[in-house]
């Protein structure tokens, strides 16, 4: 069983940069895909990127590219999302997602692809 907690969340201004953690326990962590997703309510879960089990590769939705960037450090269990140059339209309450991966280089884009899932962080931008 994997547990991953969120932090990192809160309120800035548009234009403004935030830093999101997810801490995983465990020690299968080096062996997981990791992905960052977002959601508002009455809406779906939104893919926001994704990373592989090496960090080698990454992955983004295209209203966040350019902006955001996923990283992993694998020593620490933890999956980062440095979000830059927000948008009121980035509100949301952001979850992260992992999932065991066999092969390196492989990444996923979809929520039901992941197993694992935190309880999520709120990230709010005023305009």
């Known amino acids: 069983q994997v547990q991953l907690v969120e932090s990192g969340g809160g309120l800035v201004q548009a234009g403004g940069s935030l830093r999101l953690s997810c801490a995983a326990s465990?020690?299968?962590?080096?062996?997981?895909?990791m992905g960052w997703f977002r959601q508002v309510p009455g809406k779906e879960r939104e893919f926001v990127a994704a990373?592989?089990?090496?960090?080698?590769?990454?992955y983004y939705a295209d209203s966040v590219k350019g902006r955001f960037s996923i990283s992993r450090d694998n020593a620490k269990n933890t999956v980062y999302l440095q979000m830059n140059s927000l948008k009121p339209e980035d509100t949301a309450v952001y979850f992260c997602?992992?999932?065991?991966?066999?092969?390196?280089?492989?990444?996923?884009?979809?929520?039901?692809?992941?197993?694992?899932w935190g309880q999520g962080t709120q990230v709010t931008v005023s305009s």
């Open positions: 990373i592989t089990r090496s960090g080698g590769s990454t």
């Open positions: 465990g020690r299968t962590f080096g062996g997981f895909a």
């Open positions: 997602a992992g999932r065991s991966a066999i092969y390196s280089n492989t990444y996923y884009t979809t929520a039901l692809q992941y197993d694992y």
